[in-house]
């Protein structure tokens, strides 16, 4: 499975050259394409953004071109579980630029999975939103929000009783539990009734400035 990558990366895929991220913007990249390059990868960023599964959020920070105002790379999987490879490629990234990994997705506890698969996989990461604590914040409409259905609730409470990178994150678990109390799960597009580009412009650059993840 690919991921794509908008910002600023550069690194040397076999029979193409030289690939800078920056330029071509949305750039399809598999983990293939940077074991066979020979070349290490290159970068003046300052963060990696790994956002999970949400086009529509990776659509607004790539199209508001946030890599510009901030140093860093955004990478988006469209996997529904992440994949080894993906996991191994952001693991790559995040261990020869030696950058912080910043993860985006919607609030469910689905989510949660799949950061804990990543943690798991030897690829940390901090959990930037979006967090329940943010939809209480943000005064979020109950429209906003989708009802929990049985299997997520048994997932939220798996992750709460026996993953042990979740149980070793207090501040995941009291996310978590705040899932749980409203039974509600929230996309990331749902912030879009507050402005077409309030991810880009409002909640992505206050995360940003007050360091504000988990």
Known sequence: MAVFIAGDL???????????CANARGR???LDDVD??????????EYIILVVGSYGAYFRLTKDEVDRRFPCIIVYTPDPVPE???ISFVRKMKEELDLPVLAIAESSPRSVKNFSLFVAGGCDIKWLGLRPSDVVALKMHPRCMRPMNSRDL???????????????RPEWVEELKKMVETRSKVEVEALSPLGWSFLSKVYFPEKMVAQDWI
Not at 37 to 45: C, L, Q, V
Not at 154 to 161: C, M, P
């Open 28 to 30: 399809e990249v598999t």
């Open 10 to 20: 550069r690194f040397c895929q076999y029979g193409c050259g030289m690939v800078d």
């Open 154 to 168: 048994k997932l939220a409470q798996r992750l709460l009783e026996k993953d042990a990178v979740v149980k070793q």
């Open 36 to 45: 066979c390059s020979g070349g290490d990868m290159t970068s003046n960023a």
């Open 84 to 86: 080894e490879d993906t």
